[in-house]
C-alpha cells in the first residue's frame, strides 16, 4: 500500500510516519503542503493521502475538494487529520466528502484503527 503524508509541520510528517512503518507501512512519501500533494498524486499512483487540514497555500480541504473532482482520484482515500473541533469546519470537511477523520493528538492505536476501518472491513 502507498501511503501520501501531507503536513506542513516536519515533526508531524515524522510522527505519522514513524507509526505507520510501525504498523508495517513502508512505502510512504511525504508532502509539505496541499499544492506539492497535488503535483505528487498527479505522477504517482496512492492508495491513500493522510493529510494535516490547516496548512498553508493548499489547506486540506481544497486538497480534499481537489482529490474529488478529479476523475482519476476521485475514489482515493483521504483521512484528515486534526485539532479543529469547530463543529461548521468538521460539517465542510465531511461534506468535502472525507473518508476519516483522526483528532490530534492521537496514538498508533487510533490510526490503526481507522486503517482497519478503510481497508479491512468485513
Do not use: W
Not at 499544492?35 to 487540514?53: E, G, N, P
Not at 469546519?89 to 473518508?99: D, G, H, L, P, R
Amino acid at each position: 500500500m502507498k501511503i501520501l503524508v501531507v503536513d506542513d509541520m516536519p515533526l508531524m510528517r515524522h510522527v505519522l510516519i514513524n507509526m505507520l512503518r510501525q504498523l508495517d507501512y513502508k512505502n510512504v512519501v511525504e508532502a509539505t503542503d496541499g499544492q506539492q500533494a497535488l503535483k505528487i498524486l498527479r505522477q504517482q499512483k496512492f492508495d491513500l493521502v493522510i493529510t494535516d487540514l490547516h496548512m498553508p497555500k493548499v489547506d486540506g480541504v481544497d486538497l480534499l475538494d481537489n482529490i474529488r473532482h478529479d476523475q482519476a482520484l476521485v475514489d482515493l482515500p483521504v483521512i484528515m487529520v486534526t485539532c479543529e473541533d469547530n463543529a461548521d469546519t468538521v460539517k465542510q470537511v465531511i461534506k468535502a466528502k472525507v473518508s476519516g477523520f483522526i483528532i490530534k493528538p492521537f496514538n498508533m492505536n487510533v490510526l490503526s484503527a481507522q486503517l482497519n476501518r478503510l481497508f479491512f472491513r468485513d
